[in-house]
T-cell receptor, first 110, second 115 residues
Framework: GESVGLHLPTLSVQEGDNSIINCAYSNSASDYFIWYKQESGKGPQFIIDIRSNMDKRQGQRVTVLLNKTVKHLSLQIAATQPGDSAVYFCAENINNRLAFGKGNQVVVIP | GAVVSQHPSWVICKSGTSVKIECRSLDFQATTMFWYRQFPKQSLMLMATSNEGSKATYEQGVEKDKFLINHASLTLSTLTVTSAHPEDSSFYIC???????????FGSGTRLTVV
């Protein structure tokens, strides 16, 4: 039978603009969160992480925001480049097990 | 540092045969390794957690007799898909963690196609 719901949410962004990717996590007991980037046919690549005692962390061109009240995580990419085109996943660490969110596809328009 | 090597990167096998996938931590000792599977345009689903020297812990709904996991050393874990069927065709990915570090490094994945 035909499958439904297999299309990832897609964010199309102009090269040079900022991107914001959102993620809702499931467990209020999660103490550690990671954003991963996955290119087609490859394993996930670490981007940035944040612990539950923080609400913001910055890296090179990336910022992660954590709102524990509403269990929400976001990834901001500054000055998006064509090489940023990929699927982005948030992941939460629960008892040393890493559970992944659904993923967001980012398409950078040159 | 923190490199995880996964082999093979792709494999095609016939229905009913078994396939072994290897996951190695190249420059660190991984007390814990994780195995995931990923269907097209979907997220990674954790299959099992393997700890060196002990039995793997499988997630609910994952058949432990079908997906055999061995973690015999601190640098190697293997996943064997036994009696493979076409519905087992998927992208299998391992990751490894260190005991004192929350970071997890992923392998490059194995594309399994069962014909």
């Amino acid at each position: 039978g035909e499958s439904v719901g297999l299309h990832l949410p897609t964010l199309s962004v102009q090269e040079g603009d900022n991107s914001i990717i959102n993620c809702a996590y499931s467990n209020s007991a999660s103490d550690y969160f990671i954003w991963y980037k996955q290119e087609s046919g490859k394993g996930p690549q670490f981007i940035i992480d944040i612990r539950s005692n923080m609400d913001k962390r910055q890296g090179q061109r990336v910022t992660v925001l954590l709102n524990k009240t509403v269990k929400h995580l976001s990834l901001q990419i500054a000055a998006t480049q064509p090489g940023d085109s990929a699927v982005y996943f948030c992941a939460e660490n629960i008892n040393n097990r890493l559970a992944f969110g659904k993923g967001n596809q980012v398409v950078v328009i040159p | 540092g923190a490199v995880v090597s996964q082999h093979p990167s792709w494999v095609i096998c016939k229905s009913g045969t078994s396939v072994k996938i290897e996951c190695r931590s190249l420059d660190f000792q991984a007390t814990t390794m994780f195995w995931y599977r990923q269907f097209p345009k979907q997220s990674l689903m954790l299959m099992a957690t393997s700890n060196e020297g002990s039995k793997a812990t499988y997630e609910q709904g994952v058949e432990k007799d079908k997906f055999l996991i061995n973690h015999a050393s601190l640098t190697l874990s293997t996943l064997t898909v036994t009696s493979a069927h076409p519905e087992d065709s998927s992208f299998y990915i391992c990751s490894a963690g260190r005991q004192i570090n929350y970071g997890y490094t992923f392998g490059s994945g194995t594309r399994l196609t069962v014909v």
